[in-house]
């Protein structure tokens, strides 16, 4: 069995549901927040399934992107994303809500910041880039969770971050 959690990209508050999947011969039993289904998947064409669930069948059409998947059943849209626990857990630990409202940035891994992207007080924008690190001579830019605004700076470049440091906090 695996375990993932789905984060609607679509929904405002990006909700997310614990799935498990079990693969049983051509059905997927799926478990989702608790509740069990029973599906049968057919490939129709790429990209394009056929999904039964409870003599009820469903076109389904799912394109992948960049780091999610843009899912449509029939004129219903939903751009999804779909992680391992090991991956939800980064993710939701990578920034930290604080009581005040202000948001915490952390780093993703450990690295030296090459260049900071916004100054104290700017405004910035849902996966605008915050700032570059440099981690295993590879460059990362770290982004935006949401819209915001620049509350406190906390490294410069130059400076050597472990991962889960704070670099930034948004209000």
Do not use: W
């Amino acid at each position: 069995m695996s375990t993932y959690f789905l984060i609607d990209k679509s929904e405002s508050d990006q909700s997310q549901k614990k799935i498990e999947v079990k693969k049983d011969n051509d059905t997927f039993l799926v478990t989702i927040n608790g509740q069990q289904y029973a599906y049968d998947v057919v490939l129709l064409s790429e990209n394009k399934y056929s999904i039964i669930n409870q003599y009820h069948s469903h076109n389904v059409t799912i394109v992948p992107q960049d780091d999610s998947l843009l899912v449509e059943i029939g004129s219903e849209r939903y751009e999804l994303c779909l992680v391992d626990q090991h991956h939800f857990q980064k993710r939701k630990s990578r920034t930290q809500q604080k009581k005040d409202g202000a948001l915490e940035i952390k780093a993703p891994m450990p690295g030296k910041v090459v260049d900071v992207l916004v100054t104290l007080n700017q405004s910035v924008e849902e996966n605008e880039g915050l700032m570059i690190i440099e981690a295993m001579k590879m460059e990362n830019e770290i982004k935006s969770p949401v819209k915001g605004k620049v509350k406190e700076i906390k490294v410069k470049p130059g400076d050597t971050v472990d991962s889960m440091k704070v670099i930034l906090i948004l209000s």
